[in-house]
T-cell receptor, first 116, second 115 residues
Framework: AQKVTQAQTEISVVEKEDVTLDCVYE???????LFWYKQPPSGELVFLIR??????QNEISGRYSWNFQKSTSSFNFTITASQVVDSAVYFC?????????????FGAGTRLFVKA | NAGVMQNPRHLVRRRGQEARLRCSPM?????VYWYRQLPEEGLKFMVY????????ESGMPKERFSAEFPKEGPSILRIQQVVRGDSAAYFC?????????????FGPGTRLLVL
């Protein structure tokens, strides 16, 4: 069965610190997709990244980077030099393909506080 | 290029009333998903629809909840005889193709408060 675990409920850092948000997933499929979404205090959901199971290359986008490791079933998200505007809830999510799976299963989220 | 639109953004209902939530997908998207987010929790899948078809409603409560996506017009999530436990944020997402392979783009959500 699908499952996404974000063990960190809340993280608090001071501005300019680096912070890593952990995500561990479970799936029986060999083809699947992983996502990160950001939910700022205003409440909307902002898509950050999608990664498919065949592409283990790490990705960097500005201050954001993602480390995908199939061996440990993890898809961790690092924010470098955090800023107050990064304060939000971050959700990791998983979708399976090929078995009719289309539901995106979300983790419980990690609330990030960045203090000035 | 407008994103996913949801209205109303906020909805207040008294117990026993009906709530109707609307979702207009992004242009070119024919797949719609509804999720519910209870306070301080993650999103839970409710239902997946294509035009005029419910593909999977395994996440929908068995009673009082229904969803449709007509040929013309927005997708509607309908909650009859609302109870306090229905208070939540309801998010709609859309994708151009089947959700497992496509990124789902989310609307701003409808916050339902049941008094």
């Amino acid at each position: 069965a699908q499952k996404v675990t974000q063990a960190q409920t809340e993280i608090s850092v001071v501005e300019k610190e680096d912070v890593t948000l952990d995500c561990v997933y479970e799936t029986r499929d060999t083809t699947y997709y992983l996502f990160w979404y950001k939910q700022p205090p205003s409440g909307e959901l902002v898509f950050l990244i999608r990664r498919n199971s065949f592409d283990e290359q790490n990705e960097i986008s500005g201050r954001y980077s993602w480390n995908f490791q199939k061996s440990t079933s993890s898809f961790n998200f690092t924010i470098t030099a955090s800023q107050v505007v990064d304060s939000a809830v971050y959700f990791c999510a998983l979708s399976e393909a090929g078995t009719g799976g289309f539901k995106t299963i979300f983790g419980a989220g990690t609330r990030l506080f960045v203090k000035a | 290029n407008a994103g996913v639109m949801q209205n109303p953004r906020h909805l207040v209902r008294r117990r026993g009333q009906e709530a109707r939530l609307r979702c207009s997908p992004m242009k070119g998207h024919s797949h719609v998903y509804w999720y519910r987010q209870l306070p301080e929790e993650g999103l839970k899948f409710m239902v997946y629809l294509q035009k005029e078809n419910i593909i999977d409603e395994s996440g929908m409560p068995k009673e009082r909840f229904s969803a449709e996506f007509p040929k013309e017009g927005p997708s509607i999530l309908r909650i009859q005889q609302v109870v306090r436990g229905d208070s939540a944020a309801y998010f709609c997402a859309s994708s151009p193709g089947q959700g497992g392979q496509e990124t789902q783009y989310f609307g701003p959500g409808t916050r339902l408060l049941v008094l």
